[in-house]
């Protein structure tokens, strides 16, 4: 049965569009929306956006999803107001990385599309995206030493793989923020554009992916994402098992009769 929770289920923190796309499927979007405390990602929030992401990912008319925030923030962090007076046991009993665990199980690719802050656990919700846009006025940083605590939710390691040891061993044990340009340079982002077309740069990256073959797509990534995890020797065994796989795909057959044919593809996602 078709997945369409995300087109009811109620929810206070974000706003959810399905975005359409002539060419190909559907884009995803949430936009997280709590602009009082600048997007902080409280217990709430985090359900909700994790659901609908688990909810277009079932979506066989969706492709591709984006997580956006507002022009002034992304996300300023986890809401301090509910760390604040948590002991460990509390912290504990919350288990609160269980939610942001499934963030890593959703199989369509998933954009974070950046503007103003994107900090702590707003940069871990970044990170944990497969692909990061950001506005040029963008602001990066993991502020947590300056709360006596330090990233929670994957900062340490994402950002060491990312921007390396040294890089992150500076921006994590001095708390101080970096631009857009800075995060770029360092090898973060994907790509930053300028701030009135942040947004629509993003959803064009998102719907080119989502013109393509689905399955493809989906076993690229999980690919991508198994490097992450393994030796060089391993990974490529894995890739070579889902390169294979695709050959038993209608889209394998379609796509490269279309290129002997010099006709465009139509993908049967299948
Ligand atoms: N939490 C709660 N409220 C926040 C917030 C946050 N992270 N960030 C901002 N706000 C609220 C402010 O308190 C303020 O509320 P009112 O005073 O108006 O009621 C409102 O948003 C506007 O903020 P400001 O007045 O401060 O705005 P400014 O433009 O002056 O400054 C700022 C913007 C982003 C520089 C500043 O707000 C700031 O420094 N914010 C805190 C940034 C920060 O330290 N972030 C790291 C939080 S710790 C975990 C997963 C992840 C994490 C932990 C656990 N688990 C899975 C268990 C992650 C931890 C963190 O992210």
């Known amino acids: 049965m078709e997945n369409k929770l995300h087109l009811t289920m109620p929810r206070k923190h974000i706003l959810v569009t399905e975005i359409e796309n002539p060419v190909g499927l559907k884009v995803g979007m949430i936009q997280l929306n709590r602009p009082d405390v600048l997007n902080a990602l409280n217990i709430e929030l985090m359900k909700e956006l994790v659901e609908t992401l688990e909810s277009f990912d079932m979506d066989s008319e969706i492709g591709c999803m984006v997580i956006t925030g507002s022009q002034k923030a992304f996300a300023a962090g986890a809401d301090i107001n509910e760390m604040a007076e948590a002991s460990t046991v509390e912290m504990i009993k919350r288990d609160q990385f269980a939610t942001w665990d499934r963030i890593m199980k959703i199989k369509k690719p998933v954009i974070a599309s950046v503007s103003g802050y994107a900090l702590g656990g707003g940069c871990e919700l970044a990170m944990s995206c497969d692909m990061i846009f950001a506005a040029e006025g963008a602001k990066f940083g993991q502020p947590e030493i300056n709360l006596g605590i330090i990233p929670g939710a994957g900062g340490t390691q994402r950002l060491t793989r990312a921007i390396g040891k040294v890089r992150a061993m500076e921006m994590i044990i001095t708390g101080k923020m970096y631009s857009a340009k800075e995060m770029f340079d360092a090898g973060l982002l994907t790509a930053v554009f300028a701030d009135d077309v942040y947004l629509d740069e993003t959803i064009k990256v998102a719907k080119e992916i989502s013109n393509k073959p689905a399955i ?52 049967k996602n299948k």
């Open 216 to 267: 493809a797509v989906q076993l690229a990534k999980e690919c991508i994402m198994k490097a992450y995890n393994t030796t060089i020797e391993d990974g490529i065994q894995f890739e070579r098992r889902n390169f294979y796989l695709l050959f038993s795909s209608e889209d394998k057959i379609e796509g490269m009769k279309a290129f002997i044919e010099k006709r465009k593809p139509v993908w």
